[in-house]
């Protein structure tokens, strides 16, 4: 089927002209009205599947007639915001999403209810707020569109309706084309033509269920576990024998390839005898547009959307080629016939009669890291026409531009990371489709650059020593060159305190016994070639010595039987965080004198920081006694005495 869309800007013109509505739409808005709908579908073999589909309507709902897929929807670049009005009639209620695209979500679960989840076992019915049964209406909004292609789908009871036919293609280019430049589907990606391919795949039973009300019930499924496709199709249709071309495409122009994929299986769409670009998925642009992964298949899980450029080519004087691209998981049969499913014929047409263009130039060869690498390029074309420039290979930030019909520059400033040969592959395309390419290695000097030094904060305890063991401060440094190595060149000292430090990074800073505050100190990164960094500082806390913490402990003892109680166990100190050496030390336990036992017994307080106890002889009941520990840094700070109760039974 042709995917076809008429957003609301344009539908609003056609409407004034006939006199029947005056619509006000903001410039950075476009609007559609689909009427969810029921639809009898008639497969190559003659099966009649009932499913459901989307209607492009007019503002009353009234008008189209429902398809499978949904008619394309198009974002104009220069829009921020879509609105989708859905009219359901359908037999239970439905909603509307489109993964990749950032909308307010009120979810509906199975109780009815919406909002937050009301309990733990309730259950999403929708993702989002519903048009309800008998013609119900809703409007769904999305305010920040991204460019990108994307999948619109139904967001209730997904794994059903979805599997129907509520589903559709929705995209947005980043810059639109103009007389004198092609369009962009993302910044950077330009393209002269487009080809949408929209994977799906049909399992009549469960159509038959839904469509019988069998679905859910005792006697049918209740769910797509037991999923068996026996239709598979390409924008909502199975091939045949003798169908048409998809598309026909010219040669030696970038062609946008959308696939999508509306299944609930995962398909794989192969180009046969060429290669594609890839661009992008879900909508998110790779980060390497210069350069992009070449391959010849695609991997499409369900709901994934891949964006791809291909720029195919045809030898002058022979007739339009076509490639086939198909299911490489071989769904390639209609119920029960072969030679079918997903498989599409794409043309390509344009070879011309004339002669292909030639390099003329020699390209520069050598580049040095950090400064400007230049190469024009010049060719000419034995019919005269102008000729278009474009890198079928090049390194990331390599550009090239078009200066006069048969001139272009090619561009770019390498980086460290680019040291070495780097790959280009130039492509001259005249009018007609013909190319020609050059290919070339640019070699990359390095250029020793000076490493960079990252700032450096720390915290001690006040009576301690901070050591920072190789590499220390140079830990968060780094040498943009590959293979160099860094130590400290230079050091400044701090202004109070002791500094230990190694060229390593290794430091070990005392500061004055009595000292809590802030102190710096400064050092320079140097490579192994000598250069120096930029300067960094060293920046550390001193905070005061805070007391340990000590928790009441509860034991229990036999009657006439001594106990050792392991009272540190649950007790901290809180400056262990910052200084891991700042630990309650058992040496420091001790019973505080109003913190004897208070029936007669005796404790012993261990090497160990055990406390050993001792019941009065034939005592039953419960005896408290009390004890403290010392900070480690300062015997003076002395954490509150803590209770330990006793039980003897």
């Known amino acids: 089927m042709k995917i076809q869309s008429l957003p609301m800007n344009r539908l609003s013109q056609a409407l004034l002209m006939a006199g029947l509505v005056t619509v006000a739409v903001p410039a950075s808005a476009v609007e559609y ?68 695209q950032v909308a307010a979500m009120t979810p509906v679960w199975d109780n009815g209810m919406t909002g937050a989840r009301p309990s733990a076992t309730a259950r999403v019915r929708s993702f989002t707020h519903e048009a309800l049964v008998g013609g119900g209406t809703a409007d769904y909004t999305w305010t920040s569109v991204k460019p990108g292609t994307y999948l619109y789908h139904s967001g209730t ?76 199709l390409i924008n909502g249709k199975s091939y045949a024998a003798g169908d048409a071309p998809l598309a026909v495409v010219p040669a030696g ?164 990371a680019q040291v070495g040969p780097q790959d280009v592959i130039v492509r001259a395309t005249d009018p007609s489709g013909l190319s020609t390419t050059q290919s070339f290695s640019v070699a990359v000097a390095n250029v020793n650059d000076a490493p960079v030094a990252t700032n450096d904060a720390y915290d001690m305890v006040k009576g301690g020593t901070l050591r920072k063991s190789a590499p220390g401060v140079l830990a968060n440094d780094i040498d943009p060159d590959v293979g160099d190595t860094i130590t400290v060149g230079t050091w400044g000292l701090p202004s109070i305190g002791t500094l230990s430090r190694n060229f390593s990074g290794a430091i070990a800073y005392t500061p004055p016994a009595d000292f809590t505050g802030i102190v710096k100190f400064t050092y320079r990164a140097k490579d192994n070639l000598g250069r120096a960094s930029n300067l960094a500082t060293a920046t550390i806390s001193v905070r005061a010595n805070r007391a340990p913490v000590t928790v009441d402990d509860t034991v229990a003892t036999a009657a006439n039987t001594p106990l050792v109680i392991n009272v540190l166990g649950n007790d901290s100190d809180p400056d262990t965080a910052i200084d891991p050496a700042n630990r309650i030390a058992p040496a420091t336990v001790f019973i505080p004198t109003t913190g004897k036992p208070n029936n007669g017994g005796t404790v012993t307080v261990n090497a160990n920081g055990t406390i050993g106890y001792t019941p009065r002889l034939n005592f039953t009941g419960t005896e408290v006694f009390m004890y403290a520990v010392k900070d480690t840094y300062n015997p003076a700070s002395i954490s509150k005495a803590a209770y330990v109760r006793v039980n003897v039974q």
Do not use: C
């Open 157 to 232: 009871h997904p794994q059903v309706q979805v599997q129907m036919g509520l589903y559709g293609g929705v995209n947005k280019d980043a810059v639109a084309a103009t007389a004198t430049t092609p369009a962009q589907a993302y910044a950077g990606v330009p393209y002269s033509n487009e080809v949408t391919m929209l994977f799906s795949e049909i399992d009549p039973a469960l159509h038959a269920a839904v469509a019988n009300g069998s679905y859910g019930s005792a006697t049918g499924p209740t769910s797509t576990f037991e999923y068996h496709p026996k239709y598979f």
């Open 253 to 416: 122009q970038r062609t946008l390839m959308r696939f999508l994929n509306a299944g609930l299986q995962t398909h794989v769409p192969v180009i046969n005898g060429t290669y594609l670009k890839m661009i992008a998925e879900d909508g998110n642009p790779y980060p390497w547009p210069a350069n992009p992964r070449q391959q010849y298949s695609v991997l499409l899980p369900a709901a994934k959307t891949v964006d791809a450029i291909l720029t195919p080519q045809l030898a002058a004087g022979t007739a339009p080629n076509r490639y086939a691209v198909y299911d490489r998981r071989l769904n390639l049969t209609s119920g029960a016939a072969q030679d079918g499913g997903m498989l599409a014929m794409l043309e390509v047409s344009g070879g011309g009669t004339g002669s292909p263009p030639a390099i003329t130039s020699s390209p520069t060869l050598t580049a040095t890291q950090g400064l400007a690498y230049a190469y024009k390029v010049t060719a000419s074309d034995p019919d005269g026409g102008p000729l278009t420039f474009t890198l079928d290979n090049a390194p990331a930030g390599m550009t090239i531009k078009t200066t006069s019909n048969y001139i272009a520059w090619a561009g770019w400033r390498p980086t460290s």
């Open 33 to 100: 009205w689909l009427r969810a709908d029921t639809v009898n579908v008639t497969m190559p073999d003659g099966v009649i599947v009932p499913m459901w589909g989307y209607a492009l309507t007019d503002l009353n709902f009234a008008s189209g007639v429902p398809s499978v897929p949904g008619p394309a929807l198009v974002v104009p670049p220069g829009d921020t915001t879509l609105t989708i009005h859905l009219q359901n009639n359908l037999p239970e209620a439905t909603s509307i999403v489109i993964p990749g």
